[in-house]
T-cell receptor
Framework: ETGVTQTPRHLVMGMTNKKSLKCEQHLGHNAMYWYKQSAKKPLELMFVYNFKEQTENNSVPSRFSPECPNSSHLFLHLHTLQPEDSALYLC?????????????FGPGTRLTVL | QQQVKQSPQSLIVQKGGISIINCAYENTAFDYFPWYQQFPGKGPALLIAIRPDVSEKKEGRFTISFNKSAKQFSLHIMDSQPGDSATYFCAAMEGNFNKFYFGSGTKLNVKP
């Protein structure tokens, strides 16, 4: 595998379920990000991790819980989600945190909350 | 409040034509402006980027025009091809931290 991979690619869950999204980067990068992409809306940055430390939590509801066990893996734990949380969740990574370091995106997980 | 406003929401262009997508921002502290291209089923990928010290940057058929005084920037795709059909996002970043504010996207359809 190369680049940034995300699993699962599609997920349907009920409002009472608990599920996790997984992201893995094979680029040797130090920073990883979670974004939410909703139709006709700007990409929303959710969380940022740099060297496994969370550096940004963009006022995301607590029903979303990120985990970064190492620089290559990033998880997004989901519980008691709402239908409005249905969206494409994108993971990205970059070599560094400063400007000019390109963010490489994964293909996303399409989440549907029933 | 949306930091970066993008238009149009969708665009249809004939093959060989010029595609133009516009973005506007308010925060004068933004100092890095990338454009991303996203194909269905894929994540966004960096296409081209500009800093406010230049008014234009060209890479192949893709050109960014930047108007600092108007706080606007645009993407021009010359000789548009069906393979360019994708969703394009503009973005802006402030300072030395890799946090982007994205536009809402433009879905481009280039007809053969």
């Amino acid at each position: 595998e190369t680049g940034v991979t995300q699993t699962p690619r599609h997920l349907v869950m009920g409002m009472t379920n608990k599920k996790s999204l997984k992201c893995e980067q094979h680029l040797g990068h130090n920073a990883m990000y979670w974004y939410k992409q909703s139709a006709k809306k700007p990409l929303e940055l959710m969380f940022v991790y740099n060297f496994k430390e969370q550096t940004e939590n963009n006022s995301v509801p607590s029903r979303f819980s990120p985990e970064c066990p190492n620089s290559s893996h990033l998880f997004l734990h989901l519980h008691t989600l709402q239908p409005e949380d249905s969206a494409l969740y994108l993971c990205a990574s970059s070599q560094g945190m400063s400007q000019g370091y390109e963010q490489f995106f994964g293909p996303g997980t399409r989440l549907t909350v029933l | 409040q949306q930091q970066v406003k993008q238009s149009p929401q969708s665009l249809i262009v004939q093959k060989g034509g010029i595609s133009i997508i516009n973005c506007a921002y308010e925060n004068t502290a933004f100092d890095y402006f990338p454009w991303y291209q996203q194909f269905p089923g894929k994540g966004p990928a960096l296409l081209i980027a500009i800093r406010p010290d230049v008014s234009e940057k060209k890479e192949g058929r893709f050109t960014i025009s930047f108007n600092k005084s108007a706080k606007q920037f645009s993407l021009h795709i010359m000789d548009s091809q069906p393979g360019d059909s994708a969703t394009y996002f503009c973005a802006a970043m402030e300072g030395n931290f890799n946090k982007f504010y994205f536009g809402s996207g433009t879905k481009l359809n280039v007809k053969p």
